[in-house]
């Protein structure tokens, strides 16, 4: 059974540059969030997607958008590179999206991005 | 606002010994509260998962436990191993956008030999 796969694992990009990371959920997964953990803190939810939509988003910008496929794999783009995107990019499934989910997260092994 | 605050920032112990880390919320209407361990660089990977009855989970050497009443959770290792060096996360989730869950910080957990 397969867990949660991202891909790339690192990448490097410069100021002002786009990036796609790409999330495959676990078998039998529906939903798919986002999250950005910068050095030292905890993960900071940017959006979740169900239903091939966006259902809820955190205080991230419009540069941050995403995209949910047929299949519920997901894809997370970032426009206009800033230094501050730097940041372990972690990818997240679980079963039934929506407002009252109440079971676990399974984490992807998140995607290194780094902006010079 | 919604938050979730995890003491101490950092511990470090003997291998063999037990510790015990804290995790203080502000989350309302409380859903569940799980417990994370995530090796550096690499993802957070679930030890616990407790909702409003429980007041008690284990898993192995780690043991949850939850007061609802007072918004508190801890986190108790036993017989510390080296493999236990880790980040440990805290995570609430409300009743409404759930999808939304509370992360702590985490506290970096260091077994020395």
């Known amino acids: 059974d397969a867990g949660v796969t991202q891909s790339p694992t690192h990448l490097i990009k410069t100021r002002g540059q786009q990036v796609t990371l790409r999330c495959s959920p676990k078998?039998?997964?529906?939903?798919v969030s986002w999250y950005q953990q910068a050095l030292g803190q905890g993960p900071q939810f940017i959006f979740q997607?169900?239903?091939?939509?966006?259902?809820q988003r955190g205080n991230f910008p419009d540069r941050f958008s995403g995209h949910q496929f047929p299949n519920y794999s997901s894809e997370l783009n970032v426009n206009a590179l800033l230094l501050g995107d730097s940041a372990l990019y972690l990818c997240?499934?679980?079963?039934?999206?929506?407002?009252?989910?109440?079971?676990?997260?399974?984490f992807g092994e998140g995607s290194r991005l780094t902006v010079l | 606002k919604n938050q979730v605050e995890q003491s101490p920032q950092s511990l470090i112990i003997l291998e063999g010994k037990n510790c015990t880390l804290q995790?203080?919320?502000?989350?309302?209407?409380?859903?569940?509260l799980r417990w994370y361990k995530q090796d550096t660089g690499r993802g957070p990977v679930s030890l616990t998962i407790?909702?409003?009855?429980?007041n008690t989970k284990s898993n192995g050497r780690y043991t949850a436990t939850l007061d609802a009443d007072t918004k508190q959770s801890s986190l108790h290792i036993t017989a510390s191993q080296l493999s236990d060096s880790a980040s440990y996360i805290c995570v609430v989730s409300a009743r409404t956008n759930a999808g939304k869950s509370t992360f702590g910080d985490g506290t970096t957990l260091t077994v020395k030999p």
């Open positions: 407790m909702t409003f009855s429980e």
């Open positions: 078998s039998g997964h529906d939903t």
């Open positions: 997240a499934s679980s079963l039934g999206g929506g407002g009252f989910y109440t079971g676990e997260l399974f």
């Open positions: 997607y169900y239903e091939e939509e966006e259902r």
């Open positions: 995790c203080n919320y502000t989350v309302s209407p409380f859903s569940n």
